[in-house]
């Protein structure tokens, strides 16, 4: 397979998640990517479940990426880091700032080697600033973003997600940024750092928070599933105990599920004519939408939404994801072999492209599966790789 970044080479030493995951979405679409994990294994390794002690996790973010060991805090893993720099177009890390300049292989000295390195750094609270040195994970952004504050019930505690989804958007903007700067050196010929700084991307996504504070002072408050935008919007429960979920973001949609649910009379009311005013008539709404629904199980709610051409979309648990028509038409679960626990399932490339499709190629490698590939293109042989196997440099 040939993919679209066929000819890229990066280099992956970041951990736990953004990193990483930009590294996978590179390799996904056809970059060669070496993951360079400490000698003990990357934390991902034994984080969450697990399979006969192998992580599941790992198999993931690790898939299609070369796994070698080399231990950076040395100066033996530091002279080897060099010279895989020399022939690599990216390299990701997400060291707290100032630990590759202590180990000598800060941009300056990279960028001696290689001018046309991108060198992405991916932390918490970026390279500069008052909180740079701090540890820094997906939590601390959902936290400090926003995110938490208008999220949850609104007389119930601000709420986390119970996954990585700053980390996630992070990620995605990560690769976004790579592409940037490769551009960006295709029309200069040199390379440039990426700072990247995980409390920031997930900042963006939630929309206008901050130009109507400047401008109105106003602050979005905790709605639970429910939108200040637009109503009917919510989770309703089917009668065979399922969950559906509407929305009605488009004046027409609202109108068809209110003639559907029957009740038509609410759609000549004034204050259905627009969504901030349908909000604040949520209580009347829901209770209209939710009760109709009460009556149906979720099949036939979701058929006769479809055929009245609103939107509505059952609640799923990953076990539905796998059943769904509209996923398996779009490819979106794929099967992959896996050296240590045979075919698994997981989430297909993000996208698809007519030409170059991208693909998986492999699940996350065992440790070290690749040291003595990657190094021996650099003339380590037998010998030079038992010496650093013994120094604790590699695995």
Do not use: C
């Not at 309703?236 to 979920?245: L, Q």
């Not at 599966?369 to 695995?395: M, Q």
């Amino acid at each position: 397979m040939t993919g679209a970044l066929s000819g890229i080479r990066v280099l992956d030493t970041a951990t736990l998640f953004a990193g990483p995951l930009a590294a996978t979405l590179l390799g996904d679409y056809g970059a060669e990517v070496i993951k360079i994990e400490h000698p003990n294994g990357d934390p991902v390794r034994s984080h969450g479940a697990q399979r006969d002690g192998v992580g599941l996790w790992w198999k993931m973010l690790g898939r299609g990426k070369k796994a070698i060991t080399l231990y950076l805090g040395s100066p033996e893993g530091q002279e080897i880091f060099r010279k895989l720099v020399a022939d690599a177009d990216v390299v990701v890390e997400n060291f707290r700032p100032g630990t590759l300049e202590r180990w000598g292989l800060g941009y300056d000295e990279l960028r001696e080697i290689n001018p046309g390195l991108v060198l992405t750094r991916v932390t918490g609270f970026g390279q500069i600033g008052p909180y740079s040195k701090r540890p820094g994970f997906g939590t601390l952004a959902e936290a400090m973003s926003g995110f938490a504050a208008i999220t949850g019930e609104p007389d119930g505690p601000p709420t986390l997600p119970p996954f990585g989804l700053a980390d996630g958007i992070a990620a995605l903007t990560t690769a976004f940024a790579v592409m940037t700067a490769l551009r960006a050196r295709e029309q200069t010929g040199r390379g440039q750092v990426v700072d990247l700084a995980i409390i920031e991307p997930i900042l963006t996504l939630l929309g206008p928070q901050i130009i109507a504070y400047d401008q109105l002072g106003t602050l979005q408050p905790r709605t639970g599933n429910r939108s200040t935008n637009n109503a009917p919007r919510n989770t309703y429960r089917t009668r065979d105990g399922s969950w559906v979920a509407i929305s009605t973001s488009a004046q027409s949609i609202a109108e068809r599920v209110m003639r559907l649910v029957g009740r038509p009379e609410l759609v000549d009311e004034p204050w259905f004519a627009t969504g901030a005013e349908r909000a604040k008539h949520a209580d009347e709404l829901d209770d209209a939408v939710g009760s109709w629904i009460a009556e149906r199980d979720r099949d036939d709610v979701v058929k006769a939404f479809e055929e009245a051409q609103a939107a509505v979309a059952p609640i799923y648990t990953a076990a539905d994801v796998m059943t769904d028509p509209q996923f398996a038409a779009l490819g979106s679960i794929t099967t992959v072999d896996d050296v240590e626990l045979g075919p698994v399932k997981m989430q297909n490339v993000l996208f698809r492209l007519s030409e170059t499709p991208g693909g998986i190629t492999s699940t996350g490698a065992p440790l070290s599966a690749h040291t003595a590939e990657i190094l021996g293109r650099y003339g380590f042989g037998e010998p030079e790789l038992a010496s650093l196997r013994e120094k604790g440099v590699i695995k």
